[in-house]
């Protein structure tokens, strides 16, 4: 089964993969992003995006949600 990753846990990702394009710019430029995005996207300001997700080789789940612990 696959493990699920964190918000943070991408975040790292994304960084390690823009050091191995070169930097963010080039990673940006890889992705067909803007470079400003991307850096919203590294400092958690945004979600990385589908493209981003691809190159990562990730995939987003839709949120879940769980009980509080009152009765409905």
Same mark, same amino acid.
């Given at each position: 089964? !696959?493990?699920? %990753? +964190? ?5 790292? $990702?994304?960084?390690?993969?823009? &050091?191995? /394009? ?12 803007? !470079?400003?995005? %991307? +850096? ?5 300001? $945004?979600?990385?995006?589908?493209? &981003?997700? /691809? ?12 009980? !509080?612990?009152?009765? +409905?």
């Amino acid at each position: 089964m !696959a493990r699920t %990753l +964190s918000r943070d846990d991408v975040v790292v $990702r994304l960084k390690a993969a823009c &050091v191995a /394009a070169g930097g963010p710019a080039a990673f940006a430029k890889r992705v067909n992003i803007r !470079a400003t995005y %991307l +850096s919203d996207q590294l400092s958690g300001r $945004r979600p990385p995006g589908p493209s &981003v997700l /691809a190159e990562l080789g990730l995939r987003q789940l839709p949120p879940s949600y769980e009980s !509080a612990g009152r009765s +409905s």
